[in-house]
C-alpha cells in the first residue's frame, strides 16, 4: 500500500523534547505523525483520525477507560521502538499524554490541505458565445507531494 504524505502541507507542528508532533494529512486521512528530533534512523509513527478515540483515556469512564489504557500502553510501546526510544513508563507515559493532548486539535483541523498551485499558468480556458468571450480562466497545475510505494 502507497504512503501519501507531504509534510510541507503540515497543519501544525510543535517540539516536545526530542519528539516532533506533527498534524499533517496522510492519504487524504487527518493524522498525528510523531518524528524523532533527534535520532535519523528511527521511524515514524502515525496515529490516523480513525483511530483517535481508542486513545481517548481521558473521556472514557469505567471498564472501556481501561481497555483504552490497556491500549493505549501496547500502542505507546509500538511507538517507543518505531521512534528508538527506551520504552520504559515515563517515555511510555510521555507519548500517550503528547497524543491524547494532541487529539482535540486533530480533531478540528481541515479535512483536506488547502490546494497549492505552480504559479505560472500552463494555459488559458476561455467560454466563447456568439464570438465574444464570456469568461475564462487560466490553467495551473496543481503542486504534488511525494508519494512512497
Not at 498525528?32 to 483511530?51: H, M, N, T
Not at 481541515?110 to 494555459?123: L, R, Y
Amino acid at each position: 500500500m502507497a504512503l501519501e504524505l507531504d509534510l510541507r502541507k503540515a497543519h501544525f507542528s510543535r517540539v516536545h523534547g526530542d519528539i516532533v508532533a506533527v498534524q499533517t494529512w496522510v492519504n487524504d486521512t487527518r493524522a498525528l505523525v510523531l518524528i524523532p528530533a533527534l535520532r535519523k534512523d528511527a521511524g515514524w509513527y502515525i496515529v490516523e483520525e480513525s483511530a483517535a478515540y481508542l486513545w481517548n483515556i481521558n473521556a472514557i469512564d469505567g471498564g472501556e477507560r481501561d481497555q483504552a489504557l490497556k491500549h493505549a500502553n501496547r500502542q505507546a510501546y509500538i511507538a517507543c521502538e518505531m521512534l528508538r526510544i527506551e520504552p520504559s513508563m515515563r517515555n511510555r507515559a510521555r507519548l500517550i499524554t503528547i497524543i491524547t493532548d494532541t487529539l482535540p486539535d486533530l480533531l478540528r483541523m481541515p479535512s483536506a490541505p488547502e490546494s497549492e498551485f505552480i504559479k505560472a499558468a500552463v494555459g488559458e480556458m476561455k467560454l466563447i458565445a456568439d464570438g465574444r468571450q464570456i469568461a475564462g480562466q487560466d490553467i495551473r497545475l496543481e503542486k504534488e507531494g511525494a508519494t512512497y510505494a
